[in-house]
């Protein structure tokens, strides 16, 4: 009997968690604008620094105003026109510096685009790994008489991004962007919510409850 009554209250703390985790999920048009909200001003942040055409002497000049104050920053660097990094905003990244990032696949779409047709890129979350935590990558790009210069890119923690627009809340939820599932938690079952995003070279798919 004492088993049976210390599973129900067991059965019932789980009900009554997942019930208050399915109140604090936002709804759709909430979690849209809050996902609007927190990457516009990044953008806005990117497109004024490379506006002001950044150098490999001046880089860390123009970044540092915007860069100061924002929650879970990772990196930045300074691409050329051909995606290998140039410059690294923290000094202790440094050895990245001659990376060409055409050597990561996942990154041919977004350099491709890059090439042909110069604008404003959102990567899909990144898995991280042991020695780099999960981040999400924004770029944008250097144009000068019309030409493509060179790249600013900047990297968030997925953690940040999540707190940001309430995910971090929810009882479950998947990120997939262009067909492929790139960040999740818990079991979304049957019964969840979903928006689809048209974002920077990119469409998110958010699926949650």
């Known amino acids: 009997m004492k088993k049976f009554a210390l599973f129900m209250m067991l059965l019932l703390g789980a009900a009554l ?8 999920a936002p709804t759709e048009a909430e979690l849209s604008q809050s996902v609007q909200n927190y990457f516009d001003p990044l953008f806005a942040g990117l497109k004024s620094a490379a506006e002001q ?16 104050d924002i929650e879970g920053f990772f990196g ?3 691409l050329d026109s051909d995606f290998v990094i140039r410059k690294v905003y ?3 990244n440094f050895l990245a510096v001659g990376y060409d990032l055409k050597k990561v696949k996942e990154l041919d779409y977004f350099w491709e685009l890059m090439r042909n047709s110069p604008s404003p890129q959102l990567s899909e979350p990144g898995h991280g790994s042991l020695i780099q935590p999960r981040l999400i990558a924004m770029r ?5 008489e019309g030409q493509l210069t060179g790249v600013v890119s900047l990297m968030i923690r997925t953690t940040t991004f999540l707190k940001a627009t309430g995910l971090d809340q929810v009882a479950a939820y998947r990120i997939v962007c262009r067909g492929q599932e790139a960040e999740a938690e818990g079991e979304l079952g049957s019964d969840y919510r979903q928006i689809t995003l048209k974002l920077p070279a990119n469409e998110w798919l958010i699926q949650y409850r």
């Open 17 to 24: 968690f997942n019930h208050s985790a399915a109140l604090a």
């Open 140 to 144: 944008y790009p250097i144009i000068k």
């Open 90 to 92: 923290r000094r202790r």
């Open 53 to 68: 055409q950044p150098t490999g002497d001046n880089f860390r000049k123009i970044m540092k105003p915007f860069l100061a």
């Open 76 to 78: 930045s660097t300074l």
